[in-house]
């Protein structure tokens, strides 16, 4: 039983107003007190990792005075004796909302029509999402419900800003203590906050996360601009803010391990630091995010266990979300043991009552209780610059501490109070010193005898009377104001009892069971209280939990180790050079991610020497036109042109697809924008690296590419009726598009050249790129007569249109294709889909190459895109083509049209590893591709492909047991859902399960 | 009568039109196909084979070693080295039900409301699509139509893909009502920003609503005299009496289990379109005696963690738990690659013959339509087409001739029509058969 010590009671709000506010006027008695308390004799923590002992500490006027073993306690202090109780600093959230405003749209946008410009009246920036403006010590209001709760978490103050917007504002520094906000802002500004979700706003742009990369990039530039020569020409009231606020701290919030790493590379490009608000899947791919050096800013958020006792339902839940249901309480772990710095926050959590419990599941996860402390005090406070203010207990700092009744991470801990700057606020009332102590009493009542049993569990008594040691009758008990009273039934009547008591007796009057007023006392027995009697709540310290592994992609056939270039020869198989040699059957090496000779009878040394006899090699397959891998939104078709945004910045390494293209003999895609407008977004040109981050699977020094669009998409013809507002709506406008927008970016590299001040712009920088044929388009089109528009748009302006995509009918202009040196990637045998295709045929492809025309076939679909091989024997069966010609229209010439030939798409010497080896002619619908090498490194392999199988199998099974267990042991459980796989592609309404759709969608839109 | 020993070779006269394909004549004359590899549809082949048809039904397939006939007597056609099928069978289309998909004007698949039993794709097909000859080209040559979109969407008709108006192109006429079952999960998100797929709530509700919808049209059925005539439960009663097949529409197994025996209590055996899951519960599909229409193979596994190759080997696990199963693709243009599903599970370990079987008397079986169509052999519709090579892989699929009930059907079409208008102009070749 707990020594008891205390006897002081607080009002359960408030113990004293400790500061007077000066410049308000009095009404009443000028009522000041210093607020000079003392609490002594306690074990003080004030610092992660500095523990005294029998310390005491001194506060006056909300804060520290003098902390320490053997501080002298100032004789008009008010005096509480702590012994055996623990005083910790009160925790910090840096990333709360307390006080905020609820964010709010500042309009509403029209029905199905594009909203161009924002909503807020003023001298604001273009972008509704955009709120540098924003400051929370303004917005800033004491809330008493949601300052009480985030005390009873343990916290005494936090940064609050609001949760709305891409630039989201300003955030402030506040205490959870009562009063005035005056009072309560320690600190005006600390930090501004930024996301990439554009929250409430319901402007049209961006509505991709690609769009918010760009709208940032070029705020970042216009701040800059607006400061040098802006200012000059217009007030912009939230560039002004957004200057300011540059000189405060960054924090980025990201929604996922991926935001994160696509944050720093904006970091990196303006040179800047940020700290970054994580989702709790850093360990997804810690060495990157170690790598960026940012400190963070963590979740405890750990999803509950699926219900999975229904196997048909359990088989919807995905392999990644089992996983990280168990791997997320690891997280603050694994990133401590990095070396991470970070900061945790309750943010994120349904019930915020459950964060002291996760931080403790993290602590049984291998974090330490000093690292948890640190994060919770310390980090934060250095993080805001507020470390001579909150985070330690040390004399001048505010008078932010709790005390609990044992460790404060250890299983029964109990906060028992949090004084917030010299506030006392009472969570939990301490132990009466005169409650009986542990042990068998006699209880008599009138005539009647008892014996009382009295057990106490951390700082709970259970009373009981027990009878011959077989029936046990529960005593209802209260200690309050010093009356004991008890209560129990006895032969199902009631005795009721009131009193006093002290550690070892007790008594006074009350009724019997036949409700007659008697006297009662209790006395004790000296018998000892059997052991079994009481309830060991107190679980074995349990070690640490048994972890499945990280695998990298974080997705089913990830890896647990990236795999490495071996060098590697292929022997006696049938090599589709698509050199001049044709096809020979010879051998091939593959060393340093290159191919190295090719030959009969090579003898050269190799890790792996591989008997192909009978098989077929090849270069791998390139997809001109992909869309899988791509993170949060393919078009940006919220303005006719969007040449400001790249899909090179959502990359999506986590795409299963990218492993099921690979065992289809794919080895790289150009990842592509949609086609929602003439002028779309940049390209992402990719090798598919199974595991590898998003940065390491573009291809380095790839020429850069745009993706363009013509016909019905970009004109929204099949968007339902009431999408006609945007411009262009005709064949018409789409040249106007083109030709005014090169006009503007001919004038913009004239200013640019002059050497004159000018506002650097994304778009202008883009398309100036594409008149020094710097970079090129590849455009989504079907009609003859667009396809030749643009043509002759392209040699006004003096450049070349480098690849119409799609194409249909470039069939009958090939003869004009050809002359203007474009190229073409189609599709085989695709039609009738719109009413710009029902001209279309399959012999294009082959019309196409007869007159030279550099021809691809592409995917423009994830399912397609592993079966391209497929694809080119179609134009052997359309239209004739000769097998080895055919196979290159998905090799040899998107490599052509991506200018990526000097290194790819043939067997050659110096050429980039990227081989396949095939079962059969890989013309063949029965031909599988068996291994697939991308620079020399084995991404697949059929064999190896089995074998993962059966590891996810058993990993599955592994958790689906492990969640069961937790079923049982009365964890609460979330229902199955599935992980959805979408399927991004230009002309199809998706269609996934075939289902019915039970959800309303918008379908209007192709990519 | 004498040996065959010499080959009489006809000559095809192709017509030169825009994608109007005439409609074939009756047969007129026997007609005999001499040699070649025939697949006969019922997982055998032969290798060297003489078919003969006449008045549009098969008198003879056998051995052409072993037969003898008055050559002077038939049509020759000369299958050396060529693969001869029974035509394929393409269950749950939309052909001839939409023209161009996005095109409003010529979508007639889908219908407004939730239950809608009468509706009858047969009366909207159109015969003079331009999208059928191009399927036709690639060895379809029958097709079931079926309408989209509600509970239950309407009936569904077999059709042959040649016919000059839909009486004359019906095969089996309204033969079944589409029930598209709940989904048991819901998609939450929307296409840019995809939420998870959680649970249906109101999937219990959604039943519900089917078997009431079930319960008041089997009683109306059961009434000698309804006093008011409707329309809806008229329609539905060719379930209760045996005479309609029920499709349900469903992909999940615990979905497919749940529909079935829900409609066992109505005595009817349902057919199973989608069945993606179907492996997973192959015993229970063979105990319940259910037939399904695999949608689509050359797809992406359903979860993430599936096989990858789970969609192209599925075909094998129903056969070799003895289900009787055809392939399937869902719409109408994409019907010209109904065939390669089959040759998809033939390289992920599905046997050859039998590959062939899930594309005609498969198909046949499923349709209820096996009695007179879907193999090679005496007595069946004379519904055959001919390849230069094998028709599952397109590196040498190029189909020769076609013939349903003995009429020779026209495999021209429109789009080589059009390359050929173009390569003329630019001097070029191409192989447009």
Redesign the interface.
Known sequence: MKKLILTFLFSPLLISSIMAQKTFPQNGVFDHREGLFAFVNATIHASPGQVTENASIIIKDGKIVRVGSGVSVPQDAVVYDLKGYHIYPSFIDMYSNYGMPEPASEGSRPDRQPQMLTNKKGAYMWNEALKPEFKADEAFKTNTDQAKELRGLGFGAVATHRHDGISRGTAALVQLGNGKEHELILKSETAHHMAFSKGKSTQSYP??LMGSIALIRQTYLDADWYSKEGYKEEVNISLEAWNEAKKLPQIFDTRDRLELLRAQKIAKEFGLSYIFKGSGDEYMRLDNIKATNAPLIIPVKFPAPYDVS?A??A??V???DMKHWELAPSNPARLAKAGISFALTPHGLKKKSAFLKNIKKAIKHGLSEKDALAALTTTPAKLMKAESLIGTLSSGKMANFIVTNKPIFEDGATIHQNWVGGQGFVLKGFPEEAELVEGIYNLNVGKEKYKLHVTWDEDKPSYKIKENDTTDVKVKYAYENKIISLSFKDDGKLVRLSGTSDNTKAKGQGYDTSGRWVDWAISPTREPIEKEEKKDKKKPKSEQPELGDVVYPF???GWKEKPKAETVLIKNATLWTNEKEGNIVADILLSNGKISQIGEGLTARADKTIDAKGKHVTSGIIDEHAHIAIS????EGTQYSSAEVSIAHVVNSED??I??NL?GGVVAAQLLHGSANPIGGQSGIVKFKWGFTPDEMLIPNAAPFIKFALG?NVKQ??WGDKYTIRFPQSRMGVEEVYDDHFTRAKEYGQLKRSGKPYRKDLEMETLLEILESKRFITCHSYVQSEINMLMKVAERHGFTLNTFTHILEG??I??KMAKHGAGGSTFS???????EV??????NA??LA??DVVTALNSDD???SR?LN?EA??V??????S?EEAWKLVTLNPAKLLHLDKNMGSLKVGKDADVVIWSE?P??????AEMTFVDGIKFFDRQE?LKK?EE?REE?NRLVQKMLGEKNNGAATQ?????????YHC?H???????????H???H?DH | MKHISSIIIILLSFHFSWGQQTPAEPQSKPVLILGGTAHLGNGKKINNAAITFENGKIVFVGDAATVKVDMSKFDVVDGKGKHIYPGFIAPNTQIGLVEVDAVRATRDFYEVGHFNPSVRALIAYNTDSRVTPTIRSNGVMMAQIVPKGGRIPGQSSVMMLDGWNWEDAQYKADEGIHLQWPSSFRRTGWWAAPGPIQKNDKYQEQIANIKKFFDESKAYAEKAKPETINLKFEAMKGLFDGSKQLYIHTNFAKAMMEAILWAKEYDITPVIVGGKDAWQITDFLKEHDIKIILKKTQDLPVREYDDIDQPFKTPQMLEDAGITYCFSLDGAWEQRNYVFQAGQAVAFGLDYEDAIKGLTLGAAKVLGIDDQVGSLEKGKDATIIISKGDVLDMRTCVIEYAFINGRKIDLDNKQKALSRKFTKKFGIDVLHD
């Open positions: 509505s991709s229904d048909f339902d088989m919807q995905s392999l990644s997705l089913p056939y949060k939104g393919v078009n299963v697809n492993y099921r065992s019905e013809s099949n069939y009958k090939a003869d045998d695709w039609w009738a889909y719109k009413y029902i001209d279309a045929i399959p012999y082959a019309i007869k007159m994830a399912e397609m079966r497929q024997a179609k052997v069966m359309y239209g004739g083509m097998e002619n013309l063949s619908i029965y031909a599988k492909d199988r996810i599955r229902a199955p859902s599935m992980k959805r796989q979408h399927h002309d309404i998706d269609d996934e399960m075939g289902e019915h759709h039970e959800h969608e918008d379908h839109h």
